[in-house]
């Protein structure tokens, strides 16, 4: 006699074993002496931002100009029903634009009551550093990057980018041309 069980009850089993091999404890994000970021690439230079200071990652949507602004904010994106600036991060750091291929990107970044999206070349994921590491890190020699970046980190050499005092620097904040 042969036992046929129904898609239902074989997915109900499966359910059932791999219940029994999770972990009783959820994951933790924090690690003692781990330090997690996002790595992206602006131009040629390779940076990291802190997990906690990116909102999310999206890919380029369509954009509205906005008349009378520096030419670094590119215009506003609809993002889920809320309109978001976009910054050209290249434009507004170095005065270089953004070419957009398919590996641009959208880093959104919380700034005062609402979002700003920051374009850059690509996102390369997650980083974990020691935090070790990250006190023997070399200074950042850039002047145009120093109020941003205080130092660099792991390898390949990634700069340290501070989203937090980007979005409070004054010259961020008054996109009026």
């Known amino acids: 006699m042969s036992l046929t069980l129904s898609p239902f009850e074989i997915l109900a089993r499966y359910e059932r074993l791999s219940l029994t091999h999770a972990s009783d404890t ?35 949507p369509s954009l509205t100009q906005v ?7 590119l215009g506003v994106a609809n993002v889920r029903g809320n309109l978001v600036p976009v910054v050209d991060l290249s434009r507004f750091l170095f005065g270089e634009r953004t070419l957009h291929t398919e590996r641009s990107r959208l880093l959104v970044v919380r700034q005062g009551a609402g979002n700003v999206a920051l374009l ?23 002047p145009r990057l120093s109020r941003f970046v ?18 409070r620097a004054p010259d961020f904040r008054q996109a009026a041309a």
């Open 26 to 60: 959820p994951e933790k994000l924090e690690a003692p002496g781990l330090w997690r970021g996002i790595g992206y690439r602006v131009g040629s230079r390779l940076f990291v931002s802190g997990i906690d200071e990116i909102s999310e990652l999206l890919a380029v």
């Open 67 to 73: 008349p009378g602004t520096q030419a670094w904010l």
């Open 120 to 142: 850059v070349d690509e996102v390369f994921g997650q980083r974990t550093v020691d935090t070790e590491a990250r006190r023997a890190a070399e200074q950042e020699d850039d």
């Open 150 to 167: 205080e130092e660099r980190v792991g390898e390949p050499r990634l700069a340290v980018f501070s989203m937090g005092r980007l979005v």
